[in-house]
């Protein structure tokens, strides 16, 4: 058993490592705390796993290492590096030394003594391009709107806090780790908390998120984790409900038509063709669109049920004799 796990993920970050941990272990053991580095490679192309190996070698009890065998991104080895933890608090942070150790126990002190499941770090004052800090504050602004979470600052800080259940109970995948609090809400871990963390900037390389596309797959990550929360487990609640209002429209506006048309026969009137009539095409689309998103519904259901985890509920706790 450990106190404190450290899982970092990292990307061609060589020059940093050997700094980074010295200075992990110096705040570690200057708080008396038991704990593991666990450095999870993510496909580095340069010397980053021959250094992670010396620092095992030296300290084969506080440092882990995983290597991926290409690049998969920072979900992915945050996901791998959280199977291996073993602290009762697990702190991750970048490896580009733009996150503080010094910033540890202050952190593992909100979870152990104030009961926090997550802590975010919020970068308050950060050293990086407008080109990042601008979207990123339209970003938190939107992603705390969408999960609820409205003390949140900063989603996508690289330094958080967790209660080892926590990490042990989310499936971080993609690209969510921008979203790791709204991951843990919908797990069932509800005090979240944020602390505010020194940011320097970067010592050494480039920055791994560069490019417009990052704000595009942020956004549609946190739909399909907006849509999953709400009616993941439900799809007919959804599309059902559309497809029977839209189809019940058509109907009702065909009927109409139909009614109309009699009336005039009935009466003499001169009548223009059922097809001339806008309502016409509207009642067709309306019932067509209907019914597929009635299928949809249905068959969203039936996937969702046949599914292997269909039947995974957070247990906190079970007595039994
Ligand atoms: N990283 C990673 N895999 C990737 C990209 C980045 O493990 O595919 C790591 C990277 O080495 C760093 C952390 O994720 O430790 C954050 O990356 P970076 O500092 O480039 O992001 P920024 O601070 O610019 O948002
Ligand atoms: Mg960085």
Redesign the pocket.
Known sequence: MKDISVV??????EESINELYAWIERVMVANGYSFEVIF?N?GSTDGSWEVIEKLHCENPERVKGIKFRR????SP?LYCGFKEAQGDVVITM???L?DSPDEIPGLYKMIIEEGYDLVSGYKQKRY?PLS?TLPTKLFNATARKISGIKNLHDF?C?LKAYRKAVVKNIEVYGEMHRYMPYLAKNAGFSKIGEKVVQHQA?KYGE???MGWNRFVNGYLDLLTLWFLSTFGKKPMHVFGFLGSIMFFIGLLSAFGIGVDKLWCLANHIPQRLVTNSPWFYISLTMMIIGTQLFLTGFVGDLISRSSQNRNDYQIEEELKS
């Open positions: 970092i993920p990292l990307y061609n970050e999870v993510d690049n998969y991104g920072k080895a970048d490896a580009d733009q990086d990042k996508n690289g970067r920055s791994k998120f």
